[in-house]
């Protein structure tokens, strides 16, 4: 195992080394050069490289392919570097200081999320089994697209670029998928709290150039990743109160726990009362604080999802969402390095002048395009990010002037078209659920809600607006004010238009019936009504928005008229774009949501909370900073505090959930050590099936988030179906699922060996796996199969039948 470890870390370390001359290069306006950014930089090139190879069929999956798309990635760091070795060599003399840094900030996020999964590996519950049946399969996989491991005949139709670069590591480093899936995990803390580390040094650097007062960046520019994996929401706090028994008195209901009305929290604490929650996995509430109410204050059964970093860590799923963490930041970085001018150049394309740089406008493509393959959704306020950045670099270089939206628009077109068409094989095969936009009428988000999923991040935030007023920083109020509450009315009516045409349909008059109104016109005088008890949502978003634009506008018009003037130094407005991106984000979801599977808001606001909390996280720290060095002692409290009370669920969570950081079982990170703890006949056979050929794999199919689908996650084996439910939401619907599932009741059940045959002939299934879930699961009918088929594998009561390539045609 620490081989393993040593491996992971040398590799991460080396790449980002091997891709410092590319970096120095391309983000040579920011402070450190991308040094923070390399090793993110360095992984996401060579997976780019590596997939379109695999795709393309000039590179196998196999640890040469992967090897060579490596060299392929040392030649253009190499080209890079050619002719600044000394100039490289003399910034790393200069910056030896900040360089141990930022390698003891990957090394420490590493090692800290290895002490926490060591603590509980396994890949059992929530998520985990399909993520880690995505690493096995694609580690399996002979060629790309790969395997579903949940669906046999048919490649993975799911953003899964992480799982790919996972897949990658593991097989470079000779480790297995069921190892790899939690020092991915280790990875992506380690790469997430390094990016975030790099932002913000070079936001406090730039900050730097423009105040008298020179801070210590090095060690303030920790306050990123803190903010980013550590700071949280605030429900901890409520669970520590709670816990203590404060508001109950003994009684067994409480007035207080029922106006925060958050589930888990309306029941009496156990006793005796302690500042340390006892509930069982108290820690999941934190992950669900917005509730949906409605018109008649009933809770909706499908209330939103509202994950932040330090959740998903703790709770330990891979998932896109968490994949794409250090990815954002690599984003980020390369949106401010945009900002700095580091676009600034010019190429002609077919006598079209373009305003910019090809090489970094080529990067921007692969890494936005990378950004959608890793998670879909955070394509759009990213894409927003870069190319408006872009913007107000023109502004700051050239002025307010209708040719600023020309060239914007010669940037965003064609960085848009190449970012998918970098990517077209994963688009091209991708089946999506979200089908369009739907209104959300009935269900605004409470305040008390809203501040305890944000307030750890509102308090720095407003705070900073409040220092930009005394500094009297150039503020547009009326343009800023007009374009906010401009923005809410539009979102206000499509949400009213859409209801109205839903209001036509069957479904549209049952919601405005479950809602005891009998016509459109009531409900949305109702609904209205409701959203404005709930006001303070509103006004806490349209406040942070309206002051975010208001000295964004003022800034880039006063930079516009003193263009040239060394006035780009200023970073203050990239942050403030970073915060009305977020702003609009959370705001969205107030009026529209995209339709999916769920018919819910629950998924949207999910993904886009997730989006605004990386983008506030990392203005909060900056705000933090700004506040603890140059604030009045009244905002230093404040911060203080609020930082002390996000805190709290982090320090009491993970203790929590490793049960103090013991390891009863030793020290592992094989997430399939429990099947061999439990059942160790099953672990057996799934062992022997992951070193057999690859085959359509039939086992017993059953409910998601359960045990079925274990032979095929484990194995890497492609399924004949795993989760229906999760294929129907990766696909879009259950046309490509079919008859599987009865069709697999069929096969194990039925007496008659020609029925049997059909079924096998009609998947081309060569392993039947029969073990206990299988038993139980169907009225097994075995003799058909000890008549007809050899047993490859058999042991403890555990069959795996292999079915011969004569009996497959």
Known sequence: MLIRLLLWVFSLS?????????????????????????????????????????VLNLLQNTPGGILFAL???????????????REIWDWLRQHK???????????AGFAFMVLVRAADPSATGTEKPMELAFINAIMRSESFPPNDPWLSGYAISYYHFGYILTAMLAKVTATSGSVAFNLMLAAVFGMSALGAYSIL????????????????????????PLFLLFVSNLEGVLEVLHAAGVGWNGASSSAFWRWVNIESLLTAPAQPTSLVPQRFWWWWQASRVIHDIDLLGNVSGLSPIDEFPAFSFVLGDLHPHVLVIPFVMLLVGLALTVYLGGLDGKIKVFGLTLPYRFDLFAISAITLGGIAFLNTWDLPVYFALL??????????SHGWSLERVIETLKLALPLGVFSVLLYAPFFISFQSQAGGILPNLIYPTRGLYLWLMFGTLFIPMFLLFGWLLRRKYPAVWGLGSVVVLALIALLALLSMLLGYQISKMDIGQQVIASQGERSYGSLLLSATLHRLGFGITLLTLAGLLIGGSAFLFGKLGKLGKQSGEGEQADVLPFVLLMIVLGGVMVLAPEFVYLRDNFGARMNTVF????????LWSLAAAFSSVVLLTRGRWFSKIVVMIFILLGLVYPVLAYPTRTDGFKYPQGFSLDASTYLAQSQPNE???????SQAPVGVLAEAVGGQYSGYARVSTLSGQPA???????????????????????????????????????????????YIYVGGLERSTYALNADKFNQNLAAGFEQGGVVVYVVPETLQQ
């Open 71 to 85: 060299a392929v990635l040392l030649v253009f760091s190499l080209l890079a570097g050619w002719g600044r070795w």
């Open 97 to 107: 200081r900040l360089i141990m840094v930022m390698e003891g900030v990957l090394l």
């Open 387 to 396: 190319v408006g950045a872009y913007l107000m670099r023109r502004v700051v």
């Open 720 to 766: 004949v179906l795993g989760w229906p439910g999760h294929e129907g939401q990766w696909r879009g619907g259950y046309t490509e699922v079919g008859s599987r599932e009865p069709d697999m009741r069929t096969l194990y059940e039925t007496p008659d060996w020609e029925t049997a045959l059909e079924i096998i002939q009609r998947y081309d299934i060569t």
């Open 201 to 224: 040094y070079n936001m406090l650097a730039v900050f730097g150039r423009k105040v008298q007062k020179v801070t210590n960046k090095i060690a303030w520019a920790l306050f990123g």
């Open 14 to 54: 080396a790449l980002g080394w091997l891709t410092f001359p590319l970096t120095y290069r391309l983000f040579n306006k920011l402070p450190d050069r991308g040094f923070g950014l390399s090793r993110i930089f360095g992984l996401l090139l060579w997976g780019f490289i590596f997939w379109l190879g695999g």
């Open 683 to 689: 672990a057996a056979a799934i062992d022997w099936l």
């Open 607 to 614: 993904k886009f909370y997730y989006q605004a909390w990386m």
